[in-house]
């Protein structure tokens, strides 16, 4: 539940975790109060101050799409450098972990909707992949093509939108 997904955030962003998460403003407005995303804003601003600007956590709203000129932003991704894993006592960092999928953290999400997410561990070229579309995300500025695609020919092609081109 996304009370539980705030939670989770901000003890990563005490730890000295660098948090950032992108929302649309549709979810959290003045007409449509959003509890949580409000808690996990105020929280993650809290010892900002000291640290590096790159290691700053924070949560943006998007105007509409965050890549385009309209829509919403659909792209459903986490992304994380590093991750510690246990395995028979033994602790072991795995990098480049990436997660995509249709999740929505939202109580409707968690409780009545059919939601996958597909997990890509180690893969680094896919992590910059998703990055780069994080970045756009986070800049909020309408792309001239924001239609990308990672992987030809391969069972696990990922494909962002949205499609500017003809017929579209």
């Known amino acids: 539940r996304s009370y539980h997904m705030t ?27 959003n509890i949580d995303a409000q808690r996990l804003a105020n929280g993650l601003k809290v010892g900002n101050k000291r640290r590096a600007k790159a290691r700053k956590s924070w949560l943006k ?16 991704l986490l992304l ?10 033994k602790i072991r960092q795995v990098p480049w972990v990436s997660m995509y999928g249709s999740y929505n953290a939202t109580e409707l999400g968690a409780t009545i909707q059919w939601n996958d997410i597909y997990n890509f561990v ?7 992949f998703f990055d ?16 990308l695609t990672y992987g030809e020919k391969t069972r696990d092609v990922n ?10």
């Not at 992108?22 to 003045?30: A, C, E, L, S």
Request: aromatic residues 8%.
């Open 7 to 33: 939670a989770a955030l901000l003890r990563a962003h005490r730890r000295g975790v660098s948090v950032r998460v992108i929302m649309d403003r549709h979810n959290w407005n003045p007409e449509r109060p």
């Open 61 to 76: 709203r998007c105007r509409r799409s965050c890549r385009g000129r309209s829509g919403i932003p659909h792209t459903k």
């Open 80 to 89: 994380f450098s590093k991750v510690n894993t246990k395995r028979k006592g």
């Open 122 to 128: 180690g893969a680094r070229k896919r992590y910059e």
């Open 132 to 147: 780069r579309v994080f970045r756009q995300m986070a800049n909020d500025r309408n792309l001239r093509q924001s239609y």
């Open 159 to 168: 494909q962002v939108y949205p499609y500017k081109g003809r017929g579209a």
